[in-house]
């Protein structure tokens, strides 16, 4: 009965008066742009699973849309989720689905679909997907009370079959059952669907619209109800089936690039190295006037850098053509070796810390990134004042970054493939802009308090990137991305752990 029922495109829809109501929308198609949700099981199977998985996923496109165009949809989806899912354990899917997905999904919402669900008082997203997928998206950045989605079977141990809890994936009639179970009898007022098989649900609301396949461009990230501030996952492309075979065909010819470029600028002088970049391909765009070398008997400077990848004080040395030192959170003791300048290690002992800049400061330069983590996005964490107490011969640098097919972070991956990730991309982007150095009487020197000194820098810098300042910290980022409060452990606590197990 209700595929019998015209539906009339969404243009038609009013978004007046809807405070009260209530609206069922579909997903892939619908709320979003794209109609297949390929890139974001690709996701998941690379992150939360491995590269082989996301490779055996890749190859399977070919039988899933000859399924889903032949044969069934519900079967091609299911095709999808058991080789995306399978043996994964469910905490490390949620963690993928709340630290990856959202920032590709943000760049993917209909501005259409978007005009009419965020005007609903109640909004209900019903889709084929997997819930545990949609679900930290569609909650926190389109305002979803509820996700009806397919649920996925669990063993005890915590890990996904791969297989689907009945009536399985909600396609068809099993959207119309799911309505009408979740429902009873006060239907939504407004049913929103992109394709015949959303027509069962949609017969059912008081009202229908349908979003037809015509392109247009994503609602920009800003309209939706949160920012993205921090994301996590490798790929910097949504990874469509072209995209990523376009990228595991690049993966042995960048990783190949990057031990090059890393490896062949250990031994090199900082004023050579620079050449060495345009060599390699790695583009460093340098800006302003740095201060000179400090003289003998001369405390050195201190770079005040925001924080975009690991490599940021290497490429800053390089750009002042001299050998600075780096103080950071934590650093592997094979990147300690390997890299060009020194680099030492924070304690997180606040005298400790100190006296160990202080002591770095008498032998030369030294660069400080007081975020204490990276930030992938336009948007500024907040600095760390402790720098502010220990010299007023401060310079701000302001650092962005362009990477077009990998990133070079990570919250729950390998941190030593970080520099290895940066230079893997084709052209890897620097831009270094060192500002004036502090006046006196913006200093601790000059009555500023640290605090007072820590912000201003933070709002110089934002301002010289077109960046937004936050209070946000590193403890909230791996809070957000990783669920832990990103404390590294001591080796005293590490051992202690290992006791235990």
Same mark, same amino acid.
């Given at each position: @009965? ?12 009013? =978004? ?5 109501? @209530?609206?069922?929308?579909? %997903?892939?198609?619908?709320? &979003?742009?794209?109609? =297949?949700?390929?890139?974001?099981? @690709?996701?998941?199977? %690379? ?8 490779? !055996? ?20 989806? $299911?095709?999808? /989720? ?5 043996? %994964? ?19 993917? !919402? ?41 649920? &996925? ?13 009945? *009536? ?53 990230? $800003?309209?939706?109800?949160? *920012? ?12 469509? *089936? ?33 050449? $060495? ?7 460093? /765009? !340098?800006?302003?006037?740095? *201060? ?24 800053? #040395? ?11 959170? =934590? ?7 390997? =890299? ?15 006296? $160990? ?23 500024? %964490? ?39 990730? !940066?230079? @893997? ?24 308090? #640290? /605090? ?28 957000? &991305? ?20």
């Amino acid at each position: @009965m209700g595929a019998h029922r015209r539906f009339e495109p969404i243009s038609k829809c009013s =978004s007046e008066g809807r405070s009260n109501q @209530m609206v069922a929308a579909d %997903l892939d198609g619908t709320l &979003l742009v794209s109609r =297949s949700a390929f890139p974001y099981f @690709m996701l998941i199977a %690379l992150e939360a699973g491995s590269l082989i998985r996301a490779i !055996v996923l890749l190859a399977s496109v070919p039988f899933v849309y000859f399924t889903y165009l032949f044969i069934s949809e519900s079967v091609a989806i $299911n095709t999808f /989720i058991f080789i995306s899912f399978s043996g %994964l354990k469910m905490r490390d899917i949620e963690l993928v689905s709340r630290s990856v997905l959202p920032k590709f999904y943000a760049e993917d !919402v209909h501005p259409e679909t978007w005009r009419v669900f965020s005007s609903f008082g109640k909004r209900y997203i019903i889709t084929a997907n997997p819930r545990i997928m949609v679900e930290p998206f569609v909650k926190t950045f389109l305002g979803a009370d509820k996700v009806i989605g397919t649920e &996925l079977e669990v063993t005890k141990s915590g890990r996904a079959t791969g297989f689907t809890i009945k *009536p399985g994936v909600l396609v068809g009639e099993h959207k119309r059952a799911a309505i009408l179970k979740e429902f009873g009898k006060n239907l939504p007022d407004l049913g929103l669907g992109d394709r015949e098989t959303d027509h069962d649900f949609m017969s059912l609301c008081k009202e229908g619209y349908m979003v037809p396949r015509t392109k247009c461009d994503p609602l920009p990230r $800003n309209k939706l109800l949160s *920012p993205i501030i921090f994301h996590e996952g490798r790929l910097v492309q949504r990874p469509t *089936p072209l995209a990523a075979l376009l990228t595991f065909l690049w993966f042995p010819i960048g990783f190949i690039l990057s031990l090059l470029r890393v490896y062949l600028n250990i031994p090199l002088p900082e004023r050579i190295a620079r050449y $060495n970049y345009k060599i390699l391909g790695i583009k460093l /765009i !340098v800006k302003g006037s740095p *201060p000179p070398a400090p003289k003998k008997g001369q405390s050195g400077v201190l770079f005040i850098c925001n924080h975009r990848t690991v490599l940021d004080p290497v490429v800053t #040395a390089v750009a002042l053509g001299r050998k600075i030192s780096c103080v950071t959170y =934590s650093i592997s003791k094979f990147t300690e070796i390997i =890299s060009p300048i020194r680099a030492v290690a924070l304690s997180r002992e606040r005298e400790k810390d100190a006296a $160990n800049i202080k002591r770095l400061l008498e032998e030369g330069d030294l660069v400080i990134c007081p975020e204490g983590t990276t930030c992938r996005e336009p948007f500024l %964490l907040r600095f760390s004042a402790l720098f502010a107490e220990l010299t007023d011969r401060i310079v701000p640098v302001a650092i962005n970054t362009k990477q077009t097919v990998f990133h070079g972070t990570t919250v729950r991956g390998h941190k030593l493939l970080d520099p290895y990730f !940066v230079f @893997m991309n084709p052209m890897p982007t620097y831009e270094i802009t060192f500002l004036n150095q502090l006046p006196t009487e913006l200093t601790c020197k000059g009555g500023k308090s #640290a /605090i007072e000194v820590a912000n201003y820098i933070q709002r110089v810098l934002a301002g010289t990137l077109g960046f937004e300042c936050t209070n946000l910290t590193r403890k909230d980022k791996y809070a957000i &991305l990783a669920g832990t409060d990103g404390r590294v452990p001591s080796k005293k606590e590490k051992e202690q752990e290992k006791e235990k197990a």
